[in-house]
């Protein structure tokens, strides 16, 4: 029997599919398959934004023919969007060929509820308030060698205004460090390369006595050749302590995600982001003082409740003050339930949207001309795969910047040097020295 997964959202959700295929390994299902073979199909969701809701709803409908060609197709919906208030029961009645439903407080339950729906035959759909910790339990079915992801904390209890994390993850709820250095251990025994910690704000990671930082270094410490990253760090939790981790450590990436979300006081207030404009910048002044080559990167909103064009031009003025490597840059959302959704002064859509040009437009720039000045010079890359259509192989630096070469499959895995001969917008393009 085969299974295919189809995953939205982040990396967290991304890691939690490895962990459903974990699962339906165990059920028997063997390998992994194009989604018009699978005997299980299985939606992983995000509700982040609406376009993310509206694309795995599209999808989902797609699949009505799929069911009615093949009797024994199990379809199963889990993720964010499960978990959101009201949408189970929107997709009971919407999507009546959808078999298992499941929230992000039951993924471990999954292998259950297929049991059951195996031996009953009518739909189950199961939703808990809160969950256990017992999703560490699970062994994930890795996809992202040389990367790997290791979960330090579920959940957030930061309830940015326009944010939905907080209803449909629960609460922060950190895993025990000795349990994390362990997962470490066994990856680089393993021979991954790059591991990167997974939470919503790692900054406030609390392990019984261990702090974020003290973890970061524990983890740094495990023998092995491999890279260290982590995300997201939020700026109201962002210490020195941690700078000081990141600089003592040659293992752990210069490179840090700082969400900054917007550049005026005023919006970030409304946000209940917890910090100020001038605070932000004096994280990055404090970051280049220390680490002068470390690499920031970040994400931003535009068209929050209210924003004014002056308000826009703060944020435009601080990519450039922070010089950002690269942003992730989103158009407002407001999402139900959240306090945002219900403020006045919601903007329309095209003012937003202009927004978000200028804004690209403004970064990627930027982001161009950190590229040209790598050309000349050389950079160390982690051969991740092959591009089938630039037929290169690629990897990243420890900036995050993407490098493309002519290689061999063996270098997958690898760390390799490359000669940087052009630049494009965030790739780069070289040929290998060593
Ligand atoms: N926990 C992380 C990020 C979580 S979501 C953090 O705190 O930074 C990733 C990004 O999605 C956020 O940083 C934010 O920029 C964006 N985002 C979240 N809710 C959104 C909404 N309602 N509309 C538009 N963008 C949103
Ligand atoms: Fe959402 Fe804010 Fe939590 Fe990030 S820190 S997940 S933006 S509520
Ligand atoms: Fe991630 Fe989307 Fe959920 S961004 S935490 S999958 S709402």
Redesign the pocket.
């Known amino acids: 029997m085969k299974y295919h997964i189809v995953t939205y959202g982040?990396q967290m959700n991304l890691h939690e599919s490895e962990k459903i295929a974990g699962i339906l390994r165990e059920k028997g299902y063997t390998e992994e398959a194009d989604i018009d073979d699978a005997d299980i199909i299985v939606f992983n969701t995000c509700c982040?934004?609406?376009n993310a809701e509206n694309h795995a709803f599209g999808n989902i409908g797609a699949l009505k023919k799929h069911k009615r060609e093949k009797k024994d197709l199990i379809i199963a919906v889990g993720g964010c969007m499960a978990q959101e208030k009201g949408k189970a029961e929107l997709i009971r009645q919407k999507f009546p060929f959808v078999d298992i439903l499941f929230g992000t407080h039951n993924l471990n339950e999954l292998g259950d509820l297929i049991d059951k729906k195996r031996a009953q035959k009518k739909r189950v759909f199961s939703l808990k308030e809160e969950r256990g910790e017992t999703e560490d339990n699970i062994t994930p079915v890795r996809t992202g060698y040389p990367g790997a992801w290791v979960n330090i904390m579920y959940g957030?209890n930061?309830f940015?205004s326009?944010?939905?994390?907080p209803y449909v993850r629960g609460r922060e709820r950190s895993r025990n460090a000795d349990d994390v250095v362990r997962e470490v251990e066994e990856l680089s025994k393993e021979g991954y390369k790059e591991i990167t910690l997974l939470?919503?704000?790692v900054n406030s990671y609390r392990g019984g006595e261990t702090s974020f930082p003290e973890l970061l270094d524990r983890c740094a410490r495990v023998e092995g050749d491999f890279r260290l990253r982590f995300?997201?760090?939020?700026p109201k939790d962002f210490s020195a302590e941690l700078v000081e981790v990141i600089k003592k450590h040659k293992k752990i990436c210069n490179s840090i995600?700082?969400?900054v979300?917007s550049g005026s006081n005023r919006i970030l207030n409304l946000m209940n982001r917890h910090y100020t404009r001038e605070k932000y910048l004096e994280e990055i002044a404090l970051l280049r003082r220390e680490i002068p080559d470390c690499a920031v990167t970040?994400?931003?909103?535009v068209g929050?409740p209210t924003e004014t064009e002056d308000e826009f031009q703060e944020t435009l003025s601080l990519v450039k003050e922070a010089g950002f490597a690269s942003a992730?840059?989103?158009?407002?959302?407001?999402?139900t339930g959240?306090k945002?959704?219900a403020m006045e002064g919601q903007i329309p859509e095209e003012i937003a949207k202009d927004r978000l040009s200028r804004l690209i437009d403004a970064v990627n720039e930027q982001t161009r001309q950190i590229s040209a000045g790598y050309v000349g010079k050389s950079c160390e890359i982690l051969c991740e795969g092959y591009d089938e259509r630039k037929k290169l192989y690629l990897g990243r630096d420890e900036y995050g910047r993407m490098g493309y070469f002519e290689g061999e499959k063996c270098l997958i895995g690898k760390f390799v040097t490359l000669q940087v001969e052009r630049a494009n917008g965030i790739s780069l393009y070289g040929s290998i020295v060593k």
């Open positions: 982040c982040i934004r609406e957030c930061n940015c326009y944010c939905i994390v939470g919503q704000n995300m997201t760090s939020h995600h700082l969400p979300q970040t994400d931003i909103i929050f992730f840059m989103f158009i407002y959302s407001p999402r959240t945002a959704a």
